[in-house]
């Protein structure tokens, strides 16, 4: 940024009986330090890939499960003024006990940037001795820097939260605190090594609903586990009362297990409802719901 100030100065002379006005014009400029320019709005946030599969090491003997999703990592990052030299962007991987790594970077200017991501998030029990601790990743690092090299940084947590059907957390196999999972109608439960922590809970009665609800920070999002199958069918999705449409668990092949079907948006920080009800599709009308994950 510049900044300038215009005085004009004015002189008489006297020569030969007559007087002489010379006119004479400054213009004085400085500039402003570029550090003094802010640095570039930064927002970020986990969403879960829909459509997606749930990985896992579900085993009988383990006491609790190992989760892993993909995710998308979106990052909107704000124009700035100072665009000489170009801002940059850069997404860095925090592991626990370990040295960070640079997932990606870039250049922004003037017009801001948007970037997806695509990033592992987890619920794991892996452990080794690599630095010390465990390889899983904590969360992601955004950082944001104009022309001048002011920054902005932001934090992203990585881990997921499972929340099994029966309102357990799946690591700790114990009840999730700021959650709660109830049930209205016919809803029985399915045990196989195939499903999140070994069952699902199931239903072909129409009406029948189950209720999720967790209290989040700002901009998490909750996703909703099921399988997919040809004798499953349709639910109605509702999230604080609101409804969200329906979310269709039928397929014509073979069974596609874990598969993340639906997700809210960002949310407000505070208790958030997610309610899902068993349309009874003609001809297949059982679903099951595998899990709920909250991620952000």
Do not use: C
């Not at 700790?172 to 605190?177: G, K, M, N, R, V």
């Amino acid at each position: 940024m510049t900044i300038g100030y215009a005085r004009r100065l004015e002189t008489n002379w006297v020569t030969r009986g007559m007087v002489v006005t010379v006119a004479m014009a400054t213009m004085l400029t400085w500039a402003v330090p570029a550090a003094h320019a802010a640095p570039p709005d930064v927002e970020a946030r986990i969403e879960f890939v829909i459509g997606s599969q749930v990985d896992h090491n579900y085993k009988p003997e383990v006491p609790w499960d190992a989760a892993y999703a993909d995710a998308v990592l979106r990052v909107e990052l704000g124009a700035f003024d100072d665009v000489t030299p170009p801002g940059t962007w850069s997404v860095e991987t925090w592991f626990a006990g370990m040295a960070p790594n640079e997932l990606a970077s870039g250049s922004i200017g003037a017009l801001g940037a948007e970037i997806g991501l695509t990033v592992p998030i987890e619920a794991t029990d892996y452990e080794d001795d690599f630095g010390g601790g465990t390889f899983a990743v904590t969360h992601y690092e955004v950082e944001a820097a104009n022309g001048a090299g002011a920054t902005t940084t932001v934090n992203v947590t990585a881990p997921i939260v499972v929340v099994q059907e029966d309102g357990k957390n799946a690591r700790f196999d114990a009840l999730e605190p700021g959650t709660s999972v109830t049930t209205n109608g016919r809803w029985r439960m399915s045990n196989w090594n195939g499903w999140l922590d070994g069952q699902t809970a199931w239903t072909t009665k129409k009406g029948s609903r189950m209720w999720f609800t967790a209290t989040v920070s700002e901009g998490q999002v909750i996703a909703i586990v099921m399988p997919l199958a040809k004798n499953r069918g349709e639910a109605r999705i509702k999230l604080d009362g609101v409804n969200q449409g329906r979310v269709d668990t039928y397929v014509p092949g073979k069974i596609q297990r874990r598969t993340i079907v639906w997700q809210t948006p960002p949310l407000s920080a505070g208790s958030h409802t997610i309610e899902v009800i068993n349309v009874a599709t003609p001809g297949h009308p059982r679903i099951d719901i595998d899990a709920f994950m909250i991620a952000g």
